[in-house]
């Protein structure tokens, strides 16, 4: 396949944003009580929505950061890396005291503070508010965007090594921080409360995102992926694919004792065979998408996966608000209508900034009296 030219593969992709637009879905209702979970947990295998939004995530940059390189430089790369960087912080602080301040009003209101709360947010607000912005509280729904953050603001690195040929160097290395991870302590036991700085290892996650990272420069240089797999590929990723499938969905027996079959599906530290069952079924899904791209093509998806940083947000206040309240998800029928009410706001959510930024990026109207005004009024002026 010939390599296209630049103006041709510096168009967004829609299937990308449809992609994140699912995978947004499925981490809203994964975190909610709700039998719905059964269709987007895990339903494909031993990896979840967040391996494949962190990946997308990584493989966008890639493209958007490679271009910001090559048009402006090194300079330009840093400036456009620290704006993005600030942009998601600023997300970040924003859920942050958005989901703060729903645990905060629900004691005052009702006496009580539920359960699911984080524990720092009732005992003393005004430190879970500092140490939040420091980074150093990130009780769960809030800690994909820090790390989102930190894998950003690397990407400078990343992509001027692979800019300069070093590409199986700067995979190496990632690989090499995964495999750290695998032997450290786990991150929970490291915690000294009130410290909490997530679940996800960064060690382990930054490998998806780099290797997404990686995925996306070779594409803008014209070196796509999956143009021809091979067919010994392709039933290697089938096989470790519906193996997955089966012990998810048809309960397969595993294939290792138990607990060493717990540290190859850890979820925080990202163990191998959740790491392999994730690229095999992203591999068999790029392959559908390279043959028949309107199979992954989704007007409302991609509006969610294209205003994503504010998605995130909202279902992270959204969901931290109505844990608060059992009754809500009292009968499945409940847990169900709280599900589908959450999807549409974000989709309500992501409608409403898109048609912000459209409005934002309207010229500004120009008065008839104004010079500018005149010319347009009289070109022969």
């Known amino acids: 396949m010939k390599a296209k030219p630049e103006s041709i593969r510096s168009a967004r992709d829609p ?36 391996e494949g939004f962190v990946f997308l995530s990584g493989l966008m940059a890639g493209m958007v950061y490679t271009r910001k390189l090559r048009a402006g430089g090194p300079g330009s790369l840093w400036d456009a890396v ?21 645990v905060v009003l629900a004691e005052y209101a009702c006496g009580y503070c539920s359960p699911t709360a984080p524990r720092l947010f009732f005992e003393h607000p005004l430190a879970a508010l500092g140490l939040g912005a420091a980074l150093l509280y ?29 590409r199986w160097l700067v995979l190496s290395a990632s690989v090499l921080l995964w495999l750290v991870a695998q032997w450290a302590p786990a991150a929970g036991s490291l915690r000294t409360y009130p410290i909490n700085t997530g679940s996800f290892s960064l060690l382990a996650w930054q490998l998806i995102f780099v290797a997404g990272v990686a995925i996306g420069h070779a594409g803008i240089s014209g070196r796509p992926q999956v143009a021809r ?18 012990v998810q969905q048809a309960h397969w027996p595993a294939l290792w004792p138990g607990a060493v079959f717990g540290v190859l599906l850890n979820k925080p530290a990202l163990g191998l065979l959740r790491l392999a069952d994730f690229g095999c079924v992203a591999y068999l899904v790029a392959i559908v998408g390279a043959r ?17 940083l504010a998605v995130v947000a909202t279902q992270s206040v959204a969901i ?24 549409a706001l974000l989709f309500c959510v992501a409608a409403a900034r898109q048609g912000l930024v459209q409005a934002l990026r309207q010229p500004a109207p120009v008065s008839p009296l104004s010079p500018e005004g005149s010319r347009r009024l009289n070109p022969a002026a």
């Open 320 to 343: 931290t608000a109505l844990l608060q309240f059992p009754a809500l998800f009292a009968t499945p029928a409940d847990r169900t209508l709280v599900a589908m009410g959450t999807v």
């Open 292 to 308: 028949f791209p309107s199979l992954l093509a989704s007007r409302p998806l991609e509006l969610l996966g294209r205003n994503s």
């Open 82 to 102: 620290l704006g993005r960087t600030k942009t998601i912080y600023a997300w970040h602080v924003a859920s942050f005291v958005g989901a703060l301040a729903c």
């Open 15 to 50: 299937r990308y944003d449809t992609l994140r637009g699912l995978f947004l879905i499925c981490m809203t209702v994964n975190h909610l009580p709700t039998e719905l979970r059964w269709v987007t947990d895990q339903s494909l295998g031993f990896f979840t929505a967040a």
């Open 229 to 246: 797999p091979s067919r010994l590929a392709v039933l290697c990723a089938a096989s470790v694919a519906i193996y997955g499938f089966g």
């Open 138 to 166: 990130q009780p769960g729904l809030l800690d994909l965007l820090p790390m989102y953050c930190v894998f950003v603001l690397f990407l400078p690195v990343v992509i001027r090594g692979i800019e300069s040929g070093r």
